[in-house]
């Protein structure tokens, strides 16, 4: 495996992202709306599908709260 990846590897970076970024992202969006994310410099895809995954975890929580 490359270094470069090594985010998606990285626990901590992972729970950092759910809490300073997604969570408050999907908190003040309104119901319904679209949240956009980019990936750069995306090789493969995984990177893109691994943070619509989180985006998506944390909208279907708040959805059921």
Do not use: N, Q
């Not at 908190?27 to 709306?33: D, N, P």
Request: proline share 5%; hydrophobic share 50%.
């Amino acid at each position: 495996m490359i270094s470069v990846t090594g985010f998606l590897r990285d626990p901590d970076a992972w729970k950092a992202l759910a809490e300073l970024v997604t969570a408050p992202i999907v908190a003040e969006r309104e119901t319904g709306a679209s949240i956009r994310v980019w990936a750069p410099a995306c090789s493969t895809g995984e990177e893109a599908y691994s943070l619509a995954m989180l985006v998506t975890e944390h909208a279907e929580a708040a959805v059921s709260t």
